[in-house]
């Protein structure tokens, strides 16, 4: 997990947390730690790979009553399979 201070590169996250390498449902225990240091109104990206976790993750944020910026693919020539980020805001 790196937490990281207002980069441009990252889209101004205050957080960001690389669970391409888990599976479910490690990859929402990974991401309700990060949630559980943020402050409200603090931004993450996630970066996130795999069906189960593209479909679980962003529900199970909005089912914890948090924000879901946004949801693209980092390369969006490698379709659905590829690695995607998650921006999410703490409520």
Do not use: W, Y
């Given at each position: 997990?790196?937490n ?36 409200a ?33 980092e ?15 703490k409520t």
């Open positions: 997990m790196k990281i201070a207002k980069d441009s590169f990252e889209n101004c996250a205050d957080f960001v947390l690389d669970i391409t390498g888990e599976v479910c449902p490690l990859t929402f225990v990974r991401t309700k730690l990060l949630i559980e240091r943020m402050a109104g603090q931004t993450a990206e996630i970066r996130l790979t795999g069906s189960e976790p593209l479909e679980n993750v962003p529900r199970s944020v909005k089912a914890e009553g948090h924000v879901v910026l946004a949801l693209e693919p390369d969006p020539a490698a379709g659905p399979h590829g690695i995607h980020r998650l921006r999410i805001r």
